[in-house]
């Protein structure tokens, strides 16, 4: 009886392992669990991160009045309470604006992990990217200058910049980016996906594996892959056969390539694609089979890959809500007009 | 020497006992160090407080999607990281709609302490009044039907009203409204003033203590008095002799009293009335000597009492930023129009 038993528990073990195999064979990366190690991959050289950055970088990132009006701060679009996105077809901003290209706001939840940034990948990073929805007339609408005199007319935001750059620091529109960006390295969700791929078999469940299994025969895998489960600029003109390549005139880079965004937490983040025009993951995942994969995906095998989608939902970094330096007389007045 | 020091002290201590007198004479009470005496102050006996109901209500002021749109939480503009409001002249809700009487947002923190909410009074407490932006047009534009499918759509809500309120809880907004009521309830900021009326001595500066005496002096305290240092309807008609009377149309209630707004926070919370129409604290408190006390309040006078108002600002509770749970297919979707 013994016997049996440990023979079937190596026979399940051998089945985990050549999955997991299988699906690093597919290009699919864990986020590692040793801190050092994740450390590594979410840190950028030219801007490290230091806790000083991070806990100044939160502030800005939930400081509303960074945006010409007062109202819209970074966390209204990617919205950390509600999977890192704000849940709408096309992000509505500055007067009340939609993405006049119809786009969606995507997660910032693992965003350190894609190859570039926006959907377009024409930000190469984090810190980068942050310069844009700051300035965009339909977003948040405000001139650098604006946002260097509304953050340096707060002395408490000036003491936390000398606290992370230096005493000599000069309050740049950059520097205000660069840390905004620095806090977005850490948003970071491991989720029972890595740690089934650390080697926690139990981690993900029976119908999970399953689902995985599909994920990888499908060829999802092909797209998204990597430690963001997505990320990279794509493989094929998404656009050309998209059912809905019609709303909204995005045609992608200049290759006409969409960015693959991220599938982690993708379970919080309806409505789908960069137009948001999918409403549901089983539409979803059947539309990419059909215009990626060339392939019909049963019900059956989108219900099995949506299962195994939920085991990419992470566990969400701890926040505590920061509380933001008062406005002074220095601080330009919101302008909602 | 050691006579004289103890000399000193007896004074020292006897003139403070003297300010703290003249502060309870006037009318101004400190928030109880004591947690249940506290407790007993902010509970509400017909919907009490429970651990439950504010962890659940933490959720709903924080969810978006109460609003029509899906952006717009209670949050947005009772802002906890902001003070409490938005910091707007008027308030800017739904479809970017200034409020039409030109109203600004009152802060959320300590609001449990007004006899009565909204400028007008029109309503008893926070239960009630978190029933209204909810449904006002130009706020979250919401139904109440559209209000409980949301929170019904989604099993995690469904489970934390159980835990809150029994397992054979019928979900309703008036429930909805009331379980974000309890969290609002919790929002209370202890401030050196309430340390030094509770006899910490050293808890307010000797400048903010010259502050209190010339508040008292000049009858600041004939309105601004109680634990919420205002929050009453009211000694005067406001609205008669309010420089900016005519921006807006709002007239107060009935008697064409206007609530006497709570003081505690009020550094964070410029612009000030009840139209945001006074930018500066030293200008609001000049226009109110002028217009409610019928006296000149000096450049001197109003410094001082800015210094005392600076006591006033308080620790705020401890948030963690609750993660909401996720959007299904039966969660409604959000109408931006």
Same mark, same amino acid.
């Given at each position: 009886m013994k016997k049996i038993v440990a023979l079937a528990f190596m026979a399940a073990s051998l089945m985990a392992n050549s999955l997991i195999d299988d699906a690093k064979n597919a290009g699919l990366k864990a986020i590692p669990e040793s801190p050092s190690e994740l450390l590594k991959l979410i840190d950028n050289p030219k801007n490290p991160i230091t806790k000083a950055k991070v806990k100044l970088g939160k502030k800005l990132y939930f400081?509303?009045?960074?945006s010409k009006s007062g109202l819209i701060s970074c966390n209204t679009c990617h919205n950390l309470s509600k999977g890192g996105d704000d849940g709408m077809q096309a992000a509505i901003g500055h007067k009340?604006?939609?993405?006049p290209h119809h786009l969606s706001s995507p997660t910032v =939840? &693992?965003?350190?992990? &894609? %190859? /570039?940034?926006f959907w377009d990948g024409r930000s190469p990073d984090l810190e980068d990217q942050a310069q844009g929805p700051i300035q965009a007339t339909p977003e948040m609408a405000a001139t650098p200058e604006h946002v260097v005199k509304t953050v340096t007319s707060m002395p408490a935001y000036v003491k936390e910049f000398k606290e992370a750059?230096? =005493? %000599?620091?000069k309050i740049t529109f950059k520097k205000i980016a660069d840390t905004i960006g620095t806090f977005e390295r850490t948003l970071v969700t491991p989720a029972p996906f890595d740690a089934f791929m650390n080697g926690?078999?139990?981690?993900?469940?029976k119908e999970q594996k399953e689902g995985l299994k599909t994920f990888i025969q499908v060829g999802c895998a092909s797209c998204h892959n990597g430690i963001g489960v997505g990320g990279s600029m794509?493989?094929? &003109?998404?656009?050309? /056969? =998209? /059912? =809905?390549? &019609?709303?909204?005139?995005f045609k992608g880079d200049k290759n006409g390539m969409v960015k693959v965004p991220t599938l982690r937490n993708v379970t919080e983040t309806a409505p789908y694609f960069h137009n948001g025009m999918v409403l549901t993951l089983q539409d979803a995942i059947k539309e990419m089979g059909r215009i990626q994969l060339g392939t019909k995906i049963t019900d059956k095998q989108a219900k099995s890959i949506e299962t195994f989608l939920g085991a990419l939902e992470g566990k969400k970094p701890y926040i505590k809500l920061p509380m933001l330096p008062a406005t002074n007389d220095n601080t330009p007045k919101p302008v909602v007009k």
């Amino acid at each position: 009886m013994k016997k049996i038993v440990a023979l079937a528990f190596m026979a399940a073990s051998l089945m985990a392992n050549s999955l997991i195999d299988d699906a690093k064979n597919a290009g699919l990366k864990a986020i590692p669990e040793s801190p050092s190690e994740l450390l590594k991959l979410i840190d950028n050289p030219k801007n490290p991160i230091t806790k000083a950055k991070v806990k100044l970088g939160k502030k800005l990132y939930f400081d509303p009045r960074l945006s010409k009006s007062g109202l819209i701060s970074c966390n209204t679009c990617h919205n950390l309470s509600k999977g890192g996105d704000d849940g709408m077809q096309a992000a509505i901003g500055h007067k009340w604006t939609a993405n006049p290209h119809h786009l969606s706001s995507p997660t910032v =939840y &693992n965003a350190v992990f &894609n %190859d /570039k940034q926006f959907w377009d990948g024409r930000s190469p990073d984090l810190e980068d990217q942050a310069q844009g929805p700051i300035q965009a007339t339909p977003e948040m609408a405000a001139t650098p200058e604006h946002v260097v005199k509304t953050v340096t007319s707060m002395p408490a935001y000036v003491k936390e910049f000398k606290e992370a750059y230096g =005493y %000599d620091v000069k309050i740049t529109f950059k520097k205000i980016a660069d840390t905004i960006g620095t806090f977005e390295r850490t948003l970071v969700t491991p989720a029972p996906f890595d740690a089934f791929m650390n080697g926690h078999e139990d981690a993900m469940t029976k119908e999970q594996k399953e689902g995985l299994k599909t994920f990888i025969q499908v060829g999802c895998a092909s797209c998204h892959n990597g430690i963001g489960v997505g990320g990279s600029m794509g493989a094929m &003109n998404v656009t050309a /056969k =998209y /059912k =809905y390549m &019609n709303v909204g005139d995005f045609k992608g880079d200049k290759n006409g390539m969409v960015k693959v965004p991220t599938l982690r937490n993708v379970t919080e983040t309806a409505p789908y694609f960069h137009n948001g025009m999918v409403l549901t993951l089983q539409d979803a995942i059947k539309e990419m089979g059909r215009i990626q994969l060339g392939t019909k995906i049963t019900d059956k095998q989108a219900k099995s890959i949506e299962t195994f989608l939920g085991a990419l939902e992470g566990k969400k970094p701890y926040i505590k809500l920061p509380m933001l330096p008062a406005t002074n007389d220095n601080t330009p007045k919101p302008v909602v007009k």
